[in-house]
Structure formats: structure tokens, C-alpha cells
């Protein structure tokens, strides 16, 4: 939708239709967790325009309809009434693709069965609320330790769910290396969530609903599961229509979001961006990502030429008191990567040491050796690191040092941070080692 609102804004000319699958569109998914432990009011809180909104921009936005298939050639859409079954076929002269991801739903056994959800639409935060209101579970599982399940757990733990998280790799947070990782699980297990770390799930069990799941040869009891085992680009429609697909797998597109035939664009989760960090394509399906690739796919349709220019997939995720928050490569994927790594750790206070409630920030950045240009860096704290990710993503996208990092000129008050900041401290850490 922000597609349709930017070649709105770019031509008042245009006829513009926005076909969706779901009852929603417009809204903030990032927001469910919060939605579904109470902080937010109402799961529809999130949603930040209507259809009827749109209607008063000039855009057709159409709920419950589910487009089956796209002729590149004869430049038409073959959509599905999803309310009344009817089929028809709607002519266009170009085309966004923004199908998004869906959420992976292994085939484990028992895996259909009520009260085992994933977290992707309004619907399924909606089911989420409702089965807590009406069965009161008192145990639970979450099944994967991404942004997704973690969020999740603090949710559920807010309505008195006993929890075990089970995680098939040694650690939560895949993004973050092992030892940054290690200060969110301390923090799980301080509130009460179980960790089965290295555990893969077997299947689930139960009669008319879930009561268990099994995983590394164990049942624990569970009557609310929440399915967090990652996202695939859905690309079913692309594929079939003739849309290249890159090494990631997601929609393979150039940096105006054009994909590989003509009048075809595509955004969002559904498709690659070029990461600036490697200059290879990347795929990290984020909102900020898939807003700013609809923004600039709206221009283009519309005769503009914008211009989407990479990430380097900045994020940040609330673990009950903590914050924990990546930018660019974890050590471990640099080396992956085929980079030449070095790697400085700092612990620093997040406010002067004589101010009241000052916290230690745990800092590591990642660097390549011989260059020493900044590849990567990871904050945990208790406060203050959500917004300093943002010093480390400004300096990835402009291909910085350390060095150069260790010459910003940050703020400080005492309130706010020490007079060495510890983004500083670490940055002139990796200068000492230089």
C-alpha cells in the first residue's frame, strides 16, 4: 500500500487497484505481540488505513481477494472473490508485485492441530487473542527463538503462561554471536521462560487441540503454541508468471525494483535487496525494507526514477527488560562470507556511573582485518541500545572504519551516556588493537 499511496501522490492520473488476500490492509504487524499481552488496546489498533481511507485517496484497495494468477503477456490478473467464489480478470498496464512472506509452517506431525498458531496477519493475532480468552492456557511453547518468538513469549507470560521456548540451534537470536546471544537467554531464564536450546521439534501431540509438544525426545506440556520457525518470500505467483527469482530465492529485482519482465515491479518481503555491507543481494524481510522498496516501486510505476539504495539490515527486538539490536554481519557470518575478521567486545554504562539507574550496554563490533572497515555490530543492554544501532547502521551505509567511528562526535549529558560513549568505547578498543 505505501506502492499505491506514492504513485497516487506521483500522478493523480492513475487508476490504481490493490488486490489482498487477507481482510486487512495497511497495518503494523510489527505491533501484534504487543497487541496480544495487552499493551496496545485492540489487535486493530495496528491498522493504519482502511479501504475506505484509500477510497477518499482515489485507490481501489479490494479485501478477500486473492489473485490466482498473472499473464505477463496479455497483461492481466486472474483474482478469486474470496466472499462470493466468483473469478474474474482485471487488465493492467503495470504491475507491483507485493505478495509479502508467510510464515514456514514445517510439516511436523500433528502440526494442524487448534491451538498451535503463527503470527503473519490481523487474523491470525485475532485467533491468538481469542484462544487465550477462551481456553486460559497456563502452559505454553514457543517454537523458534527469532524476533517473532521471543516477542511472543514476553506476550504470553503476560497472561500467566508458564513457557518453554524450544530453539533447534545452540542459541536464540541467530543475527547476534553466540556470547551477545547469551545475555538475552540469562534474560529469558531471569522471567521464568525454559529454554531447550539445540532441540528440534518432532511433532506435537493432543486429541481435539494441542496438549504437547515433543522435541529432542521429550514431551512437554503445551496447550498454546506459537509456530516462530522463520519466513519464506511467497513467490508461488511470480514463479508461475515467469519472474526471476535470485540466489535467495525471493523475486530477483534492480535497484528502481524492477524485476526481470517489462512493467513488472515487485517489493517488500516478497523480494531481494542488494545488502551494502557484501554488495550481494540479500534477503532480510523487515517492515522498514519493504516500506521504503514500496515507495520507491510507487514512483517508478508511476514514470519517476527512484531509486532503492540497499540495506544493511538494521534491527532491534524487546526481550522483557532487555533490548538486543544488529547491524551489518555477526562474526560468524563474516567468516562465512569469506571475510578476514577481527572482533572488539566492551562492556560501557549507559548513562554517566554517578547518575541513578545506569545500566551496562554490552557492545561488539566486527571489522576486516587489513581495511578495518566496519562490517557488522551488536548491542544487549537494559537501555539506550535501541536508537545506538543507528550510529552503527549510519556508518555501514557509508562504508566507514573504526577508526572513523571512533572519531564521531556524539552527545552526551549524564543522563543520556558517559562522556565516552560505548559505542566509542568499543570503537577505540578495535583502535588499540589496530
Known amino acids: 500500500m505505501s506502492a499505491a499511496a506514492k504513485a497516487r501522490r506521483s500522478d493523480p492520473g492513475l487508476e490504481i487497484v490493490a488486490y489482498e488476500r487477507s481482510g486487512y490492509v495497511s497495518y503494523g ?20 488505513r482502511t479501504p475506505e481511507r484509500f477510497a477518499k485517496q482515489g485507490i481501489t484497495a479490494l479485501v478477500r481477494h486473492e489473485v490466482l494468477e498473472i499473464d505477463p503477456a496479455g497483461g492481466t490478473v486472474l483474482v478469486r472473490n474470496l466472499n462470493s467464489g466468483t473469478e474474474f480478470r482485471d487488465r493492467w498496464d503495470a504491475l507491483v508485485l507485493t505478495t509479502g512472506g508467510a510464515a514456514s509452517r ?27 480468552v477462551e481456553h486460559r492456557p497456563t502452559r505454553g511453547a514457543i517454537i523458534g527463538g527469532g524476533y517473532i518468538g521471543l516477542e511472543m513469549a514476553e506476550a504470553l507470560d503476560a497472561h500467566g503462561v508458564q513457557l518453554t521456548l524450544v530453539e533447534r540451534l545452540p ?110 543481494p540479500a534477503w532480510v524481510p523487515l517492515g522498514t525494507t519493504a516500506n521504503k522498496q514500496g515507495r520507491v516501486a510507487g514512483e517508478n510505476v508511476a514514470g519517476g526514477d527512484a531509486r532503492f539504495a540497499g540495506i544493511v539490515g538494521t534491527a532491534v527486538v524487546k526481550v522483557f527488560d532487555l533490548e538486543a539490536a544488529s547491524s551489518g554481519l555477526s562474526e560468524a557470518k563474516a567468516r562465512i ?23 551496562p550496554i554490552h557492545v561488539k563490533l566486527v571489522y576486516e582485518s587489513g581495511s578495518r572497515r566496519l562490517l557488522g555490530g551488536q548491542l544487549v543492554g537494559i537501555e539506550g541500545v535501541a536508537k545506538r544501532i543507528d550510529i552503527i547502521a ?29 559505542i566509542l568505547v568499543a570503537a577505540n578498543l578495535a583502535r588499540r588493537e589496530g
Open 29 to 48: 504487524s510489527c505491533g501484534f505481540p504487543y497487541a496480544i499481552k495487552g499493551e496496545i488496546a485492540r489487535v486493530e489498533d495496528v491498522v493504519v
Open 337 to 359: 562470507g569469506g571475510y578476514n575478521v577481527e572482533s572488539v567486545s566492551a562492556t560501557a554504562s549507559s548513562r554517566a556511573h554517578y547518575m541513578p539507574g545506569h545500566q
Open 106 to 132: 514445517p510439516p511436523f506431525p500433528g502440526v494442524n492441530l487448534p491451538g498451535i498458531f503463527t503470527l503473519r496477519t490481523v487474523e491470525d493475532a485475532l485467533a491468538i487473542q481469542q484462544w487465550i
Open 171 to 280: 542459541q536464540v537470536l541467530p543475527n547476534l554471536d553466540a556470547e551477545m546471544a547469551s545475555h538475552v537467554q540469562a534474560e529469558l531464564e531471569r522471567q521464568g521462560v525454559e529454554l531447550r536450546l539445540d532441540q528440534p521439534v518432532e511433532g506435537f501431540g493432543g486429541d481435539e487441540r494441542v496438549r504437547e509438544v515433543v522435541a529432542g525426545g521429550q514431551r512437554i506440556p503445551a496447550d498454546i503454541v506459537i509456530l516462530a520457525v522463520g519466513v519464506k518470500p511467497n513467490v508461488e505467483l511470480a514463479r508461475a508468471a515467469g519472474i526471476a527469482l535470485g540466489p535467495t530465492g525471493a523475486v530477483a529485482v534492480d535497484d528502481h525494483q524492477r524485476t526481470n519482465l517489462p512493467s513488472i515491479w515487485a517489493a517488500g518481503d516478497v523480494a531481494e535487496a542488494l545488502h551494502r555491507v557484501t554488495g550481494r
Open 394 to 422: 549510519a556508518a555501514l551505509h557509508q562504508g566507514w572504519t573504526v577508526d572513523e567511528l571512533a572519531e564521531l562526535d556524539l552527545s552526551y549529558a549524564p543522563p543520556f551516556s558517559p562522556v565516552w560513549d560505548p
